[in-house]
């Protein structure tokens, strides 16, 4: 069965462009216009991709509340930006929100399919089934079979690139992985701006567990280690 993209743009025309160039790619693709006919849609089926834009129709920030919304209701679900806007703002507070990726409308139809098909490969693996089920860091432990990492015994909603890159810096703890390292664990291309981003947001999941949480240290100039 084809996976299935969900593309969230107010402009017809370039939606249809969006729509035309995936399904020559194979994929199963649908369109909506705003956010409410959206979200009434992921009721009944979630999509395997969400591609928000964040400005739909009379709503500057629908794409971010979308995003907000999403999220919460599948924590999981591979979440991706698409829009004009390019601040480095929008970009940050994209990814606080819960995206995997974020692109502007300036990028050729080539470097995004490269990003989406990235995205699902990292889908594909992480529900791919290891030989090694448990990997164990203090309090923190990430089950491979049921692709969850707890910490003290707690469930992280982590997203997709989350995931890896929090199994990446664990796999080794005191090795500093650089952000070109992350980059390539979480087989993804993004800048160091949104690497940072990523941090930020994997630390502030795990404090809401535990406020003294300081496992993911910064070694500065070079990238991040795992302490235990």
Aim: proline fraction near 3%; charge should be negative; charged fraction near 25%.
């Amino acid at each position: 069965m084809p996976k299935r993209i969900a593309i969230i743009e107010d402009e017809l025309a370039i939606a249809q462009n969006y729509k035309e160039a995936l399904g020559r790619q194979g994929y199963d693709v649908v369109h909506y216009a705003d956010r409410a006919s959206a979200m009434t849609a992921f009721e009944s089926r979630l999509p395997d991709l969400a591609i928000i834009d964040i400005g739909l129709g009379d709503e500057p920030e629908g794409g971010f509340d979308l995003c907000r919304d999403l999220r919460a209701k599948a924590p999981q679900l591979p979440l991706m930006f698409l829009t004009a806007r390019d601040d480095e703002m929008d970009r940050i507070l994209g990814l606080r929100l819960g995206a995997d990726d974020y692109l502007t409308k300036d990028i050729s139809q080539v470097h995004m399919l490269a990003r989406i098909t990235a995205l699902f490969r990292r889908v594909d693996a992480l529900a791919t089934p290891v030989q090694r089920e448990h990997l164990e860091r203090g309090h923190l432990t990430i089950d491979q079979q049921s692709l969850q990492a707890r910490w003290q015994g707690e469930l992280l909603d982590l997203t997709v690139t989350e995931y890896w890159i929090v199994q990446a810096l664990a796999q080794h703890p005191g090795h500093v992985k650089n952000r070109q390292q992350l980059m390539d664990a979480a087989n993804v291309v993004l800048d160091d701006n949104t690497i940072t981003s990523h941090i930020k947001r994997i630390r502030k999941k795990f404090k809401a567990i535990d406020d003294s949480f300081n496992c993911i240290q910064t070694a500065y100039g070079m990238g991040y280690r795992w302490s235990i």
